[in-house]
């Protein structure tokens, strides 16, 4: 058992039910069509791209997220291709998705410089990339995001992964989040939205 299972396997939603913020204000900006979404857990973020329309793809590494993600899907009269994966062995297939999201999907430095680096490649063009990380100075809040900051990311760091998307939107804020019981409370975040072009 990995240690999502073991995080997911409550049966509350560690995160909750409804969708990121960030993400759900800036939904409208994704095309219609396939959207993969990296790190889905349980699928709050998932299944609310469902209920747009959009033919969703939760890719996690978590049996019992991917679970309880398709369990929703379900209740809300949705579907959403549970795809259990680890992205280090997650290859990108090209020009494929209207969209791609990554919300708080912290990885080591070099894992996340293979993700985001094939990111572009499997958009089509005019394709987004919606991504809320927590940055390092999130390590003195201590309300959520893995306590290492080489798991953490700065605007600095994802810009050169993202080189060839073109930047709509970029910027470190600290924001409120309010997502179940292991994001709660004042948050450092960088926030990126970026169209393929």
């Not at 791209?49 to 996690?60: F, K, R, T, W």
């Not at 969209?99 to 990885?107: A, K, P």
């Not at 003195?140 to 700065?154: C, F, H, V």
Request: net charge negative; charged share 25%; with cysteine.
């Amino acid at each position: 058992m990995n240690k999502w299972d073991k995080i997911f396997g409550s049966e509350d939603f560690a995160y909750g039910t409804d969708p990121n913020d960030f993400l759900a204000e800036n939904a409208h900006l994704i095309p219609q069509g396939k959207v993969l979404c990296l790190a889905d857990g349980e699928g709050r973020n998932g299944v609310h791209l469902a209920s747009l329309g959009h033919q969703v793809i939760s890719l996690d590494s978590s049996e019992v997220g991917l679970a309880k993600a398709t369990k929703l899907a379900e209740q809300r009269g949705l579907e959403i291709e549970p795809l259990l994966q680890d992205l280090s062995d997650y290859r990108f297939p090209v020009n494929e998705f209207s969209g791609v999201v990554s919300i708080f999907c912290h990885l080591p430095p070099l894992l996340r410089n293979q993700v985001y680096s094939q990111v572009a490649q499997s958009l089509k063009p005019g394709g987004v990339l919606l991504v809320e990380a927590y940055t390092p100075a999130q390590l003195k809040n201590d309300t959520g995001g893995p306590p290492i900051e080489e798991l953490l990311a700065s605007l600095e760091s994802l810009l050169p992964e993202l080189k060839d998307l073109d930047i709509k939107l970029g910027h470190e804020i600290e924001r409120d989040v309010v997502e179940g019981r292991l994001h709660t409370g004042k948050a450092s975040v960088v926030q990126i939205i970026a169209t393929k072009k």
